[in-house]
């Protein structure tokens, strides 16, 4: 990846058409500016010669039309330059405002591209995001500015402090996901764009860390009451834990129950 810095040219476009456009308009502009003075002057002798009635008032018509038209083509030609003169100057592809970084080229020198394509795909410096993608059952557990950290596999035995940062509004169409975007508080120079790994969000104060989501097949019955296996972390053996069932939740293929 290489790093762009302010103000600085990441490309430039071949010239060579916007600069015969250009000259081309500033042609067309100066000859509708000398038949607008020629009108103007035309204009100004049928009007002398109205007031003393050497011609008539149909002539005067006319000419007063050549100028209004004339005039008009003039105002057209001016700003067809002003397009022409804004293309040579845009030739320059791009000069970022603040430092970033060239994550992708998606264009070769000597290329045709249209306008609107990518050239080339830039992320800023400075702050790092990590991106997940959370289901709508946990939603509920995601807020902004919630603490979490992240680890990545590329760098073992390494936690990261991260916050989050925005929550989509609209859920992804294919995944039906929302996109959580997190915002590492202190970014390490290890720390590579591209890089996976998993995010740990800490509770949220509005969440209750008592309650979780299962699927109604995971429930069971111990006595009269619902409960569930659970697996002892210190000897890993199985018990049945009696347990509250506080919502039902509909899923698109599968039912859910949060229990407490």
């Known amino acids: 990846m290489d790093l762009v810095k302010q103000g600085q040219v990441i490309a430039r476009l071949d010239p060579l058409d916007a600069q015969k456009q250009e000259a081309s308009a500033k042609a067309a502009l100066a000859a509708a500016q000398h038949r607008l003075a020629f009108a103007q002057q035309q204009l100004d002798r049928d009007k ?3 007031e003393q009635n050497l011609i008539a008032a149909n002539q005067l018509e006319q000419t007063q039309d050549a100028f209004t038209t004339a005039l008009a083509a003039r105002d057209q030609a001016d700003a067809q330059w002003v397009v022409a003169r804004n293309s040579l100057q845009i030739q320059h592809l791009d000069r970022r ?8 080229e998606n264009a070769d020198t000597g290329q045709v591209v249209s306008a609107g394509q990518a050239v080339y795909g830039l ?4 702050d790092t995001d ?3 993608d959370s289901a709508e059952s946990e939603l509920g557990r995601i807020s902004i500015g919630q603490a979490a950290s992240v680890t990545f596999i590329a760098l073992p035995n390494q936690q990261f ?4 940062r925005e929550i989509a509004p609209a859920a992804d169409p294919q995944s039906r996901t929302y996109r959580v975007k997190l ?3 202190e970014p390490a120079q290890a720390v590579r764009l591209g890089m996976t790994g998993d995010a740990t969000l800490a509770p949220s104060a509005s969440s209750d860390p008592s309650t979780y989501t299962v699927p109604a097949t995971a429930l069971f019955h111990k006595d009269s009451g619902p409960a569930v296996w659970v697996v002892e972390g210190s ?4 018990q049945l834990r009696p347990v509250k069932v506080g919502q039902l939740q509909r899923a698109r293929h599968a039912h859910h129950q949060r229990i407490a």
């Open 48 to 50: 002398a010669q109205s």
């Open 97 to 104: 405002p603040r430092r970033c970084v060239i994550t992708s």
């Open 123 to 126: 992320a800023w410096t400075g």
């Open 130 to 132: 990590v991106i997940l």
């Open 161 to 164: 402090a991260a916050r989050v």
């Open 183 to 185: 915002t590492m508080t």
């Open 235 to 238: 000897s890993s053996t199985l």
